[in-house]
């Protein structure tokens, strides 16, 4: 098996001319064990080699380097009998959510176990290696064989710098423990951070855990997550800031060991797409809302000691005062915690750019925490300013009696439990009933509590004198009721007019989509807008066959449609049982539909890594003829229409485990929407 010779240690015989076979099976991604047995010959026998390694396995001291020496030893001319492929398949839908998450910008690399071919051949299989990208292996002995070979690599990822070809690193875990000293750490990281992806191979589990140590050492602000299956894996999982354990054959140290524990890989896209987004935009909103709210009640007893002279006195029943956070308030911040989120959990899957608003520190960092509690002290000066006015020159209850200081402090008290309930109200965008009990309900208590404590008051003792018939004096005021409609208006004013300026105006990607969920449109559309670079130039050059990759010749049988001046699609029965192919928005809904039916089809995952690619490509030259940036005329769409079935056939036949008919309706159907969409954009002339 070629290969195997160059693993052998010094002193063992080289493989015999008749164990050399085709390693095709080795080159699909499978782990090869090499077989040895040792030679006839051999003066020593087996027992006293084994009681050599059980007097090493007795010392104390060195007992490593004894045992490496012992098994250097007994491992000196051995002859290679054969080897074994066996097979680590990928689990189901491993290519397309490796897809998804360098869509969401997750920089993903792999450290493996494995030789460096398998890992190369895995890195292709699951599509974290391409056939656009530029692929160099770093491998080496000594400090500075490596450090030479560094600097080769960064001049190597300069010179890519506005290329169209990706650069990818595959680092063996030899050279990998050179690379990774103090002295030369800096710059093998600075190349390794350039490249899309990074593979190690031949890493130990503590080098895996270094490499992680590694990436959160040169990135302080950067989040790490490591997932693995193995033993070998939970140095990594614990090194890193999140931990997810694959439970599987290779038994549940992983799980045990980790934050988060799955039951396969694909399972990680909705950990992170939809919790990790739900989770993030709860927390912060939580978070800003518990500090507002408090900011909101009690800076109002800074502007009563600034108004009374700093006198000391306590405007707030304390009972009242105590119950703020407990039962008057309380629930919001749950409903806010539990039941609020961004998007829907559908297009949280099906769109991972939605993805990119969660990174970084935009929802939550010092700027928005100051701005919310400016907000609350603003909100705090208007609710205590409203009540100070109206009640400048005393009012007068029904009963007779006159506000006095419990009635200032009520209602002051009542306008923050109104406004911080309105302002969770504008600030919740995901309504259920539960929603609605846990932040008008809260409301409601407050009342209720007034009411049953002015009547409960009095047969506690005679401390609460003061609290008598106050139910009928306060909720029988007109101040009352125009200050709980005027105060919490102004001071939420501000609120919605920023609210409806930003999601007007400067609406957000998520703002978008969910504008477009409660409208009940296909988000599709602002998506892609948003995602996919616009290929004008290079649409324009592919009229020239020189461009073209590899255009169908009409007249030749390839066993698929062939795109000529005279050929009209027949609609395939997936366009004729989806949405008709009419306009762009129709165009973006097929392609999306094509890949979620594709997974469904449980096709080979070099397969379905290939179908992804070629709707993505697909779009790139729907984009340009639905906006027409390409040419008016006839021959121009022929030409853009017949390279995008050339382009899909030459990625599809990169992976032919494929089977015909999914390849046949692949192609069919993304072409025939995209010449139903030249056609609608430039319709021919009338016979």
Known sequence: IPGLGDLLAPGQRAPRSGHHRPHGEIRRGRTAHALHSNRPNRAEPMGAAGGRVQRACNHVENREQLLAD????????????????????????????INDLLLAGIRIWVLTGDKLETAINIGYSCRLLQSGMEVRTLTGSGLDDV???????QSWVGGLEGSSKEPALVVEGEALAWAGRPELRAE?????????????????????????????????????????????DVPMIQESHVGVGLKGKEGLQAAAASDYALAQFRFLKKLLFVHGAWSYHRVTI???????????????SFWFAMASGFSG???????????????????????????????????????????????????YNFKVFALWMLNGVYHSAIIFGCVALALWHGSVFPN?????????????????????????????????GLSHLAIWGSVATYFGFVALSANLYPHVGSNFAEVVGFDWALFGSANFWFLVLLAPLLALTRDLAWTAYRRTCAKTLREEVM???????????????????????????????????????????????????????EPTTALRTRTPVQNENSVITAIFQLSHWTAACRVPQPALGAASVATVNGYHVMDCIGEG?????????????????GELLQILEDDMQLPEEIVRSIACQLVSALYYLARSQHPAPRQ
């Open 188 to 232: 093998f990281l600075e190349v390794c951070l350039q490249c899309r992806t990074v593979i190690c191979c031949r890493v130990s589990p503590k080098q895996k855990s270094d490499v992680v140590r590694y990436v959160r050492e040169a990135l302080p602000t950067a989040v790490t997550l490591a997932i693995g299956d193995g033993a070998n």
């Open 313 to 363: 006195q306590v405007m707030f029943e304390k009972w009242t005062q105590g119950l703020y956070n407990v039962f008057f308030t309380g629930a919001t911040p749950f409903a806010l915690g539990i039941f609020d989120r961004s998007c829907s959990q559908e297009n949280c899957m099906r769109y991972p750019q939605l993805y990119k608003e969660n990174q970084g520190s935009g929802r």
């Open 629 to 645: 940036s390409f040419g008016r005329t006839e021959k121009e769409v022929v030409a853009v229409t017949e390279y995008a079935h």
């Open 70 to 97: 012992v098994a250097s030893k007994i491992e000196t001319n051995l002859e290679l009998l054969g080897a074994t492929a066996i097979e680590d398949k990928l689990q189901v839908g491993v290519p397309a959510t």
């Open 286 to 300: 939580v978070i800003l809302f518990s500090f507002y709210k408090n900011l909101t009640l009690y800076i109002t």
């Open 515 to 569: 504008e477009m969920e409660k409208l009940q449109r296909d988000p599709s559309s602002v998506l892609l807008r948003n995602t996919y670079k616009r290929m004008t130039e290079t649409v324009r050059l592919l009229g020239r066959p020189l461009f073209r990759r590899k255009a169908p010749v009409p007249g030749v049988a390839i066993g698929l449609p062939i795109i000529s001046t005279r050929w009209r699609p």
């Open 400 to 432: 007779g009696q006159v506000s006095g200081l419990y009635y200032l402090g009520s209602t002051v008290y009542s306008l923050a439990v109104v406004t911080v309930a309105l302002k969770a109200g504008i600030e919740h965008t995901a309504w259920t």
């Open 147 to 153: 450090r030479s070979k560094v600097a080769a690599l």
